[in-house]
């Protein structure tokens, strides 16, 4: 199973970014896709989760970020909007092989992960 973000890059506060996550190797139509991020110095935390009828946002991001998938091409996006410089991190995007459940914001719940990309907001 591979998991290929792209989408980060430098963007102006109040600026957007769309993140994308493409899985291969298996099908994660009905199971959680999600995005953490990871600042400098930090431990990864948890932005938000989506499987096919449900999402789950932190609450840093609610109202700014918007999470979707695309089932038939085993995807998940992640719209980022009003970005702030407090959201610089590095992104990454994660699967889990198990069906949702209450611990979709801990990062061990995850087994596959793609490689990180930067995203980085301008004051």
């Known amino acids: 199973v591979q998991l290929q973000a792209s989408g980060g890059g430098l963007v102006q506060t109040g600026g957007s970014l769309r993140l994308s996550c493409a899985a291969s190797g298996r099908s994660f139509r009905t199971y959680p896709m999600g995005w953490f991020r990871q600042f400098q110095g930090k431990e990864r935390e948890f932005v938000a989760v989506a499987d096919w009828t449900r999402t789950a946002y932190a609450d840093s991001v609610k109202g700014r970020f918007t999470i979707s998938r695309d089932g038939a091409e085993n995807t998940v996006h992640l719209q980022m909007n009003n970005l702030k410089p407090e959201d610089t991190a590095v992104y990454y995007c994660?699967?889990?092989?198990?069906?949702?459940?209450?611990?979709?914001?801990?990062?061990?719940?995850?087994?596959?992960w793609g490689q990180g990309t930067q995203v980085t907001v301008s004051s």
């Open positions: 994660a699967a889990d092989r198990n069906p949702w459940n209450r611990r979709y914001s801990n990062p061990d719940q995850y087994e596959y």
